[in-house]
């Protein structure tokens, strides 16, 4: 007798790709199946219009469990549980402690203690962070910089004192000689005395294999808009360098790699991020075997996600908060040891209470509530997802090896050849978003258009300025964010003395197309902070024209449909004069025709939406 099982699924017969394809073929009724269907990613990752059973046949890692090399699926057995990491900058100690006590208290298991704007720390001001948290059960991070070796000795008095010999400390000290290279182009103070010191800092925490010395930050590289590929293929070949350095002077390169940390940012593309992350740990094992071939001493190398900078707003912030989120669930979902969500407002300030508790609150849902710490690797079989990451190591690890044959990561950031491979990347990505092929919602596309916002932002934070490195060697790599063009556009109306530019709807005609191309328009012109009047419809070109003139408006667009464009254009721009600029909404057949009578400025689709701003801008005499 058939089970139960048998009998509901005897209607559906398994179709394999080939049936698929025929099916696919006959739909498209001749059209290139490439252009239609295929998607082609920033990593030149060919993306299928669908997954199937038979594209995981030749993955080699489909057979591995959790906890086994090359840890595809991770260093977890148990649980997906991760640490909620929140990060502190420390100005005043005592008020950093205080902060970091309630962020425990009230859920977070993992803080960090930025101590980069304190300028010199004291012992005695170290051990009142230390001492502070005594007793709670967390993980203790550093963001050092060059007094990661001071720091590290303050660590080590602090527990001898306490006479904690035999604690266990997890944690890390976040030392990152080659992030100091690509951020600012120079070493804390030369690569040979940084490289001795991390050799140094890795002998001191023998005693805390759970402590970490050396990070890798490719999350720099997400910052400024890299590829997936690139981040994971630069990160790579810094940790690789790291390990070449380091076992040169006689370290075992598995034991450095215990006392390292993969710090990846966590972008928007959803299903990418997840596979980004699993791709990262089979890399790192592959890089291992170049060194060791005993697997079973491989650990998995730890990876602490931070969300990235590249996609976040000014305006609209709290669209923030769902970027934030989708960016974390991928980060746990592809199985993060650490994550730090940044809160959704400290892209232009220093962010709140509020704010603070949203970041720590949106880890806390994913965990108490979404239970997303209960399956280990709940990617695993997924037909696409399992692609993506075979898809994301293949092409990592060719410009990995691209690297290598340039001389490794120092060299190849020296002669300008990593910045000069991610610039073409963010240039390709800016224009997606000047064009809004990538939207920005709230910045780009729909933004509010009442919102204004000069008043709370800190420019210092908002628009980062290369470090200021006298010993600079190589240029560093520009860190910043999408939004940023638009954002000055929007800062600058909002600064005007007179008020905002005023944009002024002149609907005539045809009912659909008028309302449209007035939406469109409107839409447009907020995106760089213009005070839109839309209009139900006007009779005539001089009834149009005198409502603009009696709203002193600096800009009229013309929407109705191309058929009426010839007439009604030439009409309202004889009346205007030169009081106000024309725009067209649309790009009409007669477009040719208008230019001829010196109608210069059209918007639609095509339009680069950034460039066209800006040069309303310079028209308008705004700075």
């Known amino acids: ?59 080699p890692y489909m057979q591995e469990i959790p906890g086994n090399y090359p840890f595809t699926r991770g260093g977890k057995t148990g649980s997906n549980s991760w640490e909620i990491r929140q990060d ?7 008020t950093a402690v205080a902060k970091a006590q309630a962020a425990i208290d009230r859920g977070a298991t993992a803080v960090g203690f930025d101590l980069t704007a304190k300028g010199d720390l004291y012992y005695h001001d170290f051990r009142k962070l230390i001492n502070g948290l005594a007793g709670k059960p967390v993980s203790l991070n550093f963001i050092t910089g060059e007094n990661a070796r001071d720091m590290l000795d303050y660590l080590v008095r602090v527990f001898e004192e306490q006479g904690n010999h035999s604690v266990t400390l997890s944690g890390s000290m976040g030392y990152d000689p080659l992030g100091q290279l690509t951020s600012t182009g120079g070493y804390y103070r030369s690569a040979g005395e940084d490289l001795e010191a991390a050799g140094m800092m890795v002998n001191a925490v023998e005693k805390w294999p759970d402590f970490r010395i050396l990070s ?40 450095v790699s215990r006392h390292m940390q993969w710090n990846l940012g966590a972008g928007s593309s959803f299903f990418m991020e997840i596979a980004k992350i699993r791709a990262a740990r089979l890399l790192f094992s592959a890089l291992l075997s170049a060194y060791d071939s005993d697997h079973s001493k491989f650990p998995a190398i730890f990876i602490h996600s931070i969300t990235t900078s590249w996609n ?30 940044k809160p959704y407002d400290s892209w232009y300030k220093e962010p709140g209470d509020f704010s603070e508790r949203i970041a720590r609150n949106i880890q806390i849902i994913l965990k108490e509530e979404s239970y997303l710490d209960k399956v280990v690797d709940p990617a695993a079989g997924s037909y696409y997802i399992e692609s993506l990451t075979d898809g994301l190591v ?30 073409k990347t963010v240039s390709r990505r800016s224009e997606l978003v000047s064009s809004r092929r990538e939207v920005l919602v709230g910045t780009n596309q729909y933004p509010n258009f009442q919102e204004t916002i000069s008043d709370q932002v800190d420019p ?19 860190i910043g964010r999408a939004a940023e063009g638009f954002e000055k556009l929007r800062l600058a109306s909002e600064k005007q003395k007179g008020g905002r530019p005023r944009v002024f709807m002149l609907t005539f005609g045809n009912l659909a197309m008028r309302l449209a191309r007035s939406q469109f328009s409107c839409n447009f012109f907020a995106c760089a902070g213009y005070a839109v009047t839309d209009n139900l419809g006007f009779s005539s070109a001089k009834e149009g024209v005198e409502a603009a003139m009696k709203a002193r408006a600096d800009i009229i667009v013309v929407c109705s449909s191309d058929e009426e464009y010839a007439v009604i ?55």
């Open 1 to 59: 007798m058939k089970s139960q099982h048998e009998r509901l699924f005897a209607e559906f017969p398994i179709t394999g790709a080939t049936e698929w394809e025929a099916r696919i073929n006959e739909d498209l009724k001749g059209a290139d199946y490439e252009k239609k269907l295929i998607w082609k990613t920033l990593e030149n990752l060919r993306i299928k219009p669908y997954y199937t059973a038979e594209d995981l046949i030749d993955l």
């Open 88 to 94: 502190f900058r420390v100005f005043d100690v005592g």
């Open 216 to 255: 890798i930050g490719s999350n720099l590289f997400s910052d400024s808009g890299a590829s997936l590929v690139q981040e994971l293929a630069y990160g790579l070949a810094m940790a690789a360098e790291y390990l070449n350095r380091l076992t040169d002077i006689g370290h075992s390169a598995v034991d």
């Open 312 to 341: 976040k707003t000014l305006y609209d912030p709290n669209v923030n908060m769902l970027r934030l989120t989708t960016e974390a669930m991928a980060a746990i979902l592809g199985g993060c040891n650490s994550l730090t969500v």
């Open 394 to 423: 293949e092409n990592a690890w060719q410009l990995f090896l691209k690297v290598d044959e340039q001389g490794g990561y120092v060299r190849s950031f020296m002669a300008g050849k990593i910045q000069e491979d991610i610039h």
């Open 460 to 478: 210092e934070i908002a628009f980062l300025k290369p470090a200021d490195n006298p010993d600079r060697l190589a240029e560093p790599l520009v």
């Open 569 to 623: 254009v030439p009409e309202v721009a004889a009346l205007a004069g030169d009081k106000a600029i024309v725009v067209v909404a649309g790009a009409p057949a007669c477009m040719d025709e208008l230019r001829q009578k010196g109608i210069t400025e059209f918007i639609h689709v095509r339009s680069n939406v950034l460039e066209t701003l800006s040069r309303f801008h310079a028209k308008l005499g705004i700075a």
